[in-house]
């Protein structure tokens, strides 16, 4: 299985707080994505990492990938109580397919 | 533009009721999915188009089962005869990528089932 598995399962920091969370794969892939997902909600896009990539940024979210461990990693840095949600690492599962393979999930929890 | 809309947002039936749920896919948009999350299971994909035509339904659990999109703006997921271990959320997606690797999903609200 190509499943992205994340890390930790659930995180709670104090507002103000750097917030980092890793995920791993198993196979090869193109890109990698970060999704979050507010209670209730749907999954909203964050940032997108292709392989040939080792570090993204996006506002106060950097991402990096390391395709030799098959590894990634999305930091929030200054977190908000708003920033409070789930974090999925989605990894496309078959070459050439658009069929996203989802992680189970960090749970982001910011203590104000 | 509205992003994609999903109805309805929430559906309480009983078992062995039919259950379909309906999916408006950003305009443009090329790419359909339609995934289920549970606690147990996490997001799980069912079933995906690309333009208008079904791809690879291979996450579709079983025959009661079945999705359709007639045109670039509409799809279904249908779900006959409904089983308590239905219950679910149940999400659209659509995308528009620019080449052969997946691309960004925009989301829609989901459809919460709750089957008796």
């Known amino acids: 299985s190509q499943q992205g598995e994340e890390d930790p399962q659930a995180l709670s920091i104090q507002e103000g707080e750097n917030a980092t969370m890793n995920c791993s794969y198993k196979?090869?892939?193109?890109?990698l994505q970060w999704y979050r997902q507010n209670s209730g909600r749907g999954l909203v896009h964050l940032i997108l990492?292709?392989?040939?990539?080792r570090e993204k940024h996006s506002g106060r979210l950097r991402v990096t990938l390391d395709t030799s461990k098959k590894s990634s990693s999305l930091l929030i840095t200054a977190s908000r109580a708003a920033d409070t949600a789930s974090y999925f690492c989605a990894t496309d599962a078959f070459q050439g397919a658009q069929k996203l393979v989802f992680g189970q999930g960090t749970r982001l929890t910011i203590n104000p | 533009d509205a992003g994609v809309i999903q109805s309805p947002r929430h559906e309480v039936t009983e078992m062995g009721q039919e259950v379909t749920l309906r999916c408006k896919p950003i305009s443009g948009h090329n790419s359909l999915f339609w995934y289920r999350q549970t606690m147990m299971r996490g997001l799980e994909l069912l079933i995906y188009?690309?333009?208008?035509?079904?791809?690879?339904d291979s996450g579709m659990p079983e025959d009661r089962f079945s999705a359709k999109m007639p045109n670039a703006s509409f799809s279904t997921l249908k779900i006959q005869p409904s089983e308590p271990r239905d219950s679910a959320v149940y999400f659209c997606?659509?995308?528009?990528?620019?080449?052969?690797?997946?691309?960004?999903?925009?989301f829609g609200p989901g459809t919460r089932l709750t089957v008796l």
């Open positions: 188009f690309n333009n208008n035509v079904p791809i690879d």
């Open positions: 997606a659509s995308s528009s990528p620019a080449g052969p690797y997946t691309d960004t999903q925009y």
């Open positions: 990492i292709r392989s040939n990539e």
């Open positions: 196979t090869s892939i193109n890109n």
